[in-house]
């Protein structure tokens, strides 16, 4: 997310991991100690919001001029 378009501040960013995580969406992982940084990953009930995620991009694509995804579609 860090490095996506929308250049998220890192404290937002920060946030919506830890909500992320709260909600069981996705579990973080240390892979440093010095600064500490973690890995993030999605969760099987995280991985079951792709389903929905793909419908919605589909409605977008469909119904709302100018929508793309990530691989320009």
Do not use: C
């Amino acid at each position: 997310m860090l490095a996506s378009p929308e250049k998220i501040p890192t404290n937002i960013l920060a946030d919506r991991l830890r909500r992320l995580q709260e909600a069981g969406l996705v579990t973080s992982s240390p892979y440093q100690q010095r600064p500490v940084r973690y890995a993030y990953a999605l969760t099987e009930k995280g991985r079951a919001l792709r389903v929905v995620l793909r419908a919605v991009m589909g409605w977008g694509l469909e119904h709302i001029p100018g929508t793309r995804t990530l691989t320009g579609r």
